[in-house]
């Protein structure tokens, strides 16, 4: 086996071994392990087989990329295909719509997924172009270290993705060892090439191979050992094994937790998802289950990029909990008793939970921790919330609208932490705060204003829009009016902020639907609020999100009086375009004017109906095929123009008639003897032309090996050739266009496959077009260069005869005043 072969298998082999580290991503892990080895062997065949030709080196890569991708059309859209083999706009139709349900399927499933149709083309097809990069790296250019670049691509996506990232180590083993095996490869073959300079070559050669698998086998065991050993620079693979405890053991600690990242992508998903999936339910007592929120974490720090928990110090679960923050110790409260059972389907280091909690029974309370700052349960050492059953208790605040307008100012320590804001905010923020608030002279009444803005100033609630919360984003969506509740509880957390209002960002779940106090939370009832705060009363929830969760009934009591103009938009809202205010049915209570699924709010809501046109008639998708058409045009051209010359050269597929029939003209002879040694040229004979045509035919049949009638058909070609060169007169031999065809068919015979499918995609005289293109731009040049010349004289003429008039005049003066003078020479000497 060639060494180019090995290193095609390696390739494969270590492509296949990373791509095992997507197994725990779903159900099945081995659903798409056929089709996934499939693409992988595609495409190690159509490498080595491009590779065999006699193609450019950078051709390869597309060419061997448009074949997976046909493949890849082959065995997921057949039924789609024009007559069951040929891509075309009902297969981009069906590619589009696979690629838009394994967007919608990423979004609605959690680890490990269904393999779905969908995820199958995203997964198979991210498989076939990691293949494709490989192979092309490490055997086409001969770089085995830079393919592992997108080996560690792969294994990085899945890791991340992973629902226990610890437990990717056997699979980093399984990549590893491929991509140690294609670094082997590839240097054996170096080693080897190296060793035939020098004597003692194999056992060199040998000895620099064993260092190099030494090296190999040390640096895979010290990445996945050191970690373990090393817990301060984290826990690296086995981060879901150990037992790390404190803030780097998941509990949730530290400043700018990651994993508030994680709560915003969970909501954005399960908000966008199709799949409206049961999450938890609960039962309460509580006399208002519709106003239960269940709180999973608080983000109570604004970095200018996005919202973070902030400093956190989880401790032990205590057996008697602390006084939630802020409270008054002599507050009339309610306490309230829930029972929350967590399906499968939800998986989060938190634990919803209705605000304040006052107390929890866990089964198993060592693995979780409790954070006294945003009042959360987190859990550590891999502890996760799926498929719990806790009761939880927490407390009813029963304020009024006058006690909250009465509160005082806040403690210093709670403004110091909730009301820093960054220094890149837009000045928009704090503008429009004010403009909405003006003539509001209670922290209470600004809070009440800032609410009515967003649930009535013309606010369009949009799970489509980016979910980003920095300065930029808080700046458009007041701009644009468009969002979903991460964007409206942001903004108006920032807009409270810039107030001197306390203020952080909550995230959980809104109570669900159900019957009395017994309740299912489902995936589209994720949801985030701000909490604002107030002395004596703690941190009390707004809700400025228009149609979703329930307005809190503290905030529905106007009882002073407002100057802010109504921002309500008009009734007759255009058909397509969701409302931003709730139902206004006389039905209705108005607490209940607020809620989702309450009265006649559903009716309020319309679907937005995706009207774009599909991906592959957008104008960057038809400018990829243009450019893919262009290079399928230029690589066919020689082919093509080398045919039409071959048939007009030939009289298009007649018998060029000699003797027997119409007499040949010069023109005709010569072209056939064109023909016949570009024949030769294209099948790797190049011309000779210091040679005569009968020499040049006899060492085409010496060089080709010709059998005697076509070297004989050849010579006759040859000899007509010179007689139309050299004889005044001539008769060219009949069937002289059959004495081309029979040579041009012995010379294929005896040419390799290669060079007979070099001469037909990609044939040596082909070069004659590029020599005609220069003799042309040269002709082109000089009759340009002819053209100014003639110009410039035809400009320059009158000066040139102008001149020659001035010339004259003087000439005519001097010869004058000689002429005169030179009678009085004369009549001196006459005289004298």
């Known amino acids: 086996m060639t060494t180019r072969a090995k290193l095609t298998l390696c390739a494969a082999l270590a492509t296949a071994l990373a791509a095992l580290c997507l197994s725990p991503l779903f159900q099945d892990p081995f659903a798409l392990a056929p089709h996934g080895l499939l693409l992988i062997a595609v495409t190690a065949g159509a490498g080595a087989g491009l590779r065999a030709l006699p193609l450019p080196r950078a051709l390869v890569p597309p060419l061997q990329l448009l074949v997976v991708l046909y493949v890849l059309m082959l065995t997921t859209v057949q039924s789609s295909m024009s007559f069951g083999v040929l891509p075309g706009p009902g297969a981009l139709d069906a590619v589009s719509t696979l690629l838009s349900s394994g967007g919608d399927d990423i979004q609605a499933y959690a680890i490990p997924a269904p393999a779905s149709d969908g995820l199958r083309l995203i997964v198979v097809g991210s498989v076939a172009l990691v293949a494709v990069l490989v192979d092309t790296l490490a055997v086409t250019y001969r770089r085995a270290a830079a393919a592992g670049l997108p080996l560690l691509a792969l294994y990085s996506v899945s890791g991340g993705l992973a629902d226990s990232p610890g437990g990717m180590w056997l699979w980093f083993l399984f990549g590893a060892a491929g991509f140690l095996a294609l670094l082997y490869t590839e240097g054996q073959d170096r080693l080897t090439r190296w060793g035939r300079v020098f004597h003692g070559a194999g056992r060199s050669a040998t000895a620099l191979s064993n260092g190099g698998r030494r090296i190999g086998v040390i640096a895979l065991a010290a990445a996945v050992l050191v970690p373990v050993f090393a817990p301060a620079v984290g826990p690296g693979l086995f981060g879901g094994l150990g037992g790390h405890d404190g803030a780097g053991g998941g509990s949730g600690s530290g400043k700018g937790d990651e994993r508030s990242l994680n709560l915003v992508v969970a909501l954005t998903a399960n908000l966008r998802s199709n799949d409206d999936t049961p999450l938890l339910s609960f039962s309460t007592d509580a006399p208002d289950a519709d106003q239960l929120y269940l709180r999973i974490a608080a983000l109570s720090e604004f970095n200018g990029q996005e919202w973070l928990p902030g400093q956190q110090s989880p401790q032990a679960l205590p057996t008697t909990m602390p006084a939630p923050e802020g409270l008054a110790p002599n507050l009339p409260t309610t306490s309230v008793r829930t029972k929350v059972t967590v399906s499968e389907q939800l998986s989060t280091a938190w634990l919803p939970m209705p605000y304040p909690m006052s107390w929890l029974e866990l089964p198993n309370t060592a693995d979780w921790r409790f954070d006294p700052q945003g009042r959360t349960v987190s859990g550590i050492n891999g502890q996760k919330s799926k498929g719990l059953t806790y009761s939880v208790g927490s407390v009813d605040v029963n304020a009024t609208a006058a006690q909250l307008r009465s509160a005082g100012p806040a403690p210093d320590d709670i403004a110091k932490r909730y009301l820093d804001l960054p220094a890149n905010l837009p000045s928009v923020v704090a503008d429009t705060a004010r403009d909405v608030t003006r003539g509001k002279d209670t922290p209470y009444d600004r809070a009440v204003a800032l609410q009515q803005y967003f649930t009535s100033g013309g606010f369009t609630y949009n799970t489509k829009i980016d979910a980003r919360t920095g300065p930029d984003a808080i700046a458009k969506f007041l701009q644009d009016k468009e969002g979903f509740c991460v964007h409206f509880a942001a903004t108006m957390a920032a807009m409270s902020r810039s107030l001197g209002i306390p203020a952080r960002v909550a995230i959980g779940f809104t109570p669900g639907t159900g019957n009395g106090t017994d309740r299912v939370v489902r995936s589209s009832n994720y949801h985030a609020w701000p909490e604002l705060y107030f002395s004596g009363y703690g941190w009390m929830r707004f809700e400025p999100t228009p149609n979703r969760g329930s307005t809190p009934l503290y905030s529905v ?276």
């Open 557 to 832: 009591q106007q009882a002073a009086p407002t100057n802010t103009p109504s921002a309500a938009p008009s009734s007759a809202a255009p058909t397509g375009q969701p409302s931003a205010q709730p139902s206004s049915s006389s039905s209705c209570p108005p607490q209940q004017q607020h809620r989702i699924g309450d009265c006649a709010d559903e009716a309020a809501l319309t679907v937005h109906r995706d009207t774009s046109a599909p991906w592959w008639r957008s104008w960057p998708a038809l400018l990829t095929a243009a450019a893919v058409l262009l290079l399928l045009a230029a690589l066919a051209f020689p082919m093509l123009w080398r045919t039409r010359l071959r048939r007009r050269r030939l009289g298009a597929g007649r018998h060029l008639a000699g003797a027997d029939g119409p007499r040949l003209t010069d023109e005709q002879v010569l072209a056939a003897w064109a023909e016949l040694v570009d024949s030769a040229w294209d099948l790797g004979i190049p011309p000779d032309e210091a040679r005569t045509p009968r020499g040049a035919a006899r060492r085409l049949a010496e060089d080709a090996r010709l059998d005697p009638d076509a070297a004989a058909a050849a010579g006759r070609v040859a000899l007509a050739t010179e007689r139309v060169m050299y004889a005044r007169e001539s008769d060219a031999p009949a069937h002289l266009g059959g004495d081309v065809r029979t040579a041009r068919a012995a010379l294929l015979v005896r040419a390799t496959r290669a060079r007979r499918l070099r001469a037909l995609l990609l044939p040596a005289s082909a070069v004659r077009l590029w020599w005609r293109a220069q003799d042309r731009a040269a002709a082109r040049r000089e009759r340009t260069a002819e053209r100014v010349a003639a110009l410039r004289a035809a400009v320059a003429g009158p000066f040139r005869r102008l001149g020659r008039n001035g010339g004259s005049g003087k000439d005519a003066g001097n010869g004058k005043s000689g002429k005169s003078g030179g009678n009085g020479k004369s009549g001196g000497s006459a005289n004298g």
